[in-house]
């Protein structure tokens, strides 16, 4: 099975501008979790979705959003893009509750 | 709240000695418990889960419910262990969102 795919791998940005990342699963998993990942802050959870629906959400402003497509194909967006938003972004995907996740590669995203 | 404390940022041992990486967590019910492994240039991956009490690249985790507790543990360290260990709590009230702690970079050194 092809594992997490996440598209693009990197993207320069502006401040004030907005930015979609994608991410596919894993074939069958219908749960897929974005996670904001950086130096100072480590690994922070932003949003988790099951079949097409938000469960969850983390503590970040709503300029970040996202979505789930009924393929489980997950898209996240970033409006009015502010330098701290620099990140790696990672996307996981897995089959049920409580099974482990699978991480893509991420989306590398830096504001000039 | 949910929080997860690994209070080592980072560790250095010899290859052949042994290696304790701490984790400490503060969770509301009972959640299934992960050791993630991050290798230099590869992507985040499970190394092991608590339920399964498997031991994966010799390394083992025990769950300390009174201490709270997961230390991921292995007897005699190689240099290919050299990565970032991350331990992370999952699936409170139903959700898969996993509270990451900042993370151990261990190295070992040969």
């Known amino acids: 099975k092809a594992g997490v795919t996440q598209t693009p791998r990197y993207l320069i940005k502006t401040r004030g501008q907005q930015v979609t990342l994608s991410c596919s699963p894993i074939?069958?998993?219908?749960?897929v979790s974005w996670y904001q990942q950086t130096p100072g802050q480590g690994l922070q959870f932003l949003f988790e979705y099951f079949s097409e629906t938000q469960r969850n959400k983390g503590n970040f402003p709503g300029r970040f959003s996202g979505r789930q497509f009924s393929n489980s194909r997950s898209e996240m967006n970033v409006s009015t893009l502010e330098l701290g938003d620099s990140a790696l972004y990672l996307c996981?995907?897995?089959?049920?509750?409580?099974?482990?996740?699978?991480f893509g590669d991420g989306t590398r995203l830096s504001i000039l | 709240a949910q929080r997860v404390t690994q209070p080592e940022k980072l560790l250095s041992v010899f290859k052949g000695a042994p290696v304790e990486l701490k984790c400490n967590y503060s969770?509301?019910?009972?959640?299934?418990l992960f050791w993630y492994v991050q290798y230099s240039r590869q992507r985040l991956q499970l190394l092991l889960r608590h339920i399964s009490r498997e031991s994966i690249k010799g390394f083992t985790a025990d769950l300390n419910k009174g201490e709270t507790s997961f230390h991921l543990k292995k007897p005699f360290a190689q240099e290919e262990d050299s990565a970032m260990y991350y331990c992370a709590p999952s699936g409170q009230g139903g959700s898969e969102k996993l509270v990451f702690g900042k993370g151990t970079k261990l190295t070992v050194n040969p």
């Open positions: 074939s069958g998993h219908r749960s």
């Open positions: 996981a995907s897995s089959s049920e509750i409580n099974q482990p996740q699978h």
């Open positions: 969770y509301s019910g009972s959640p299934e």
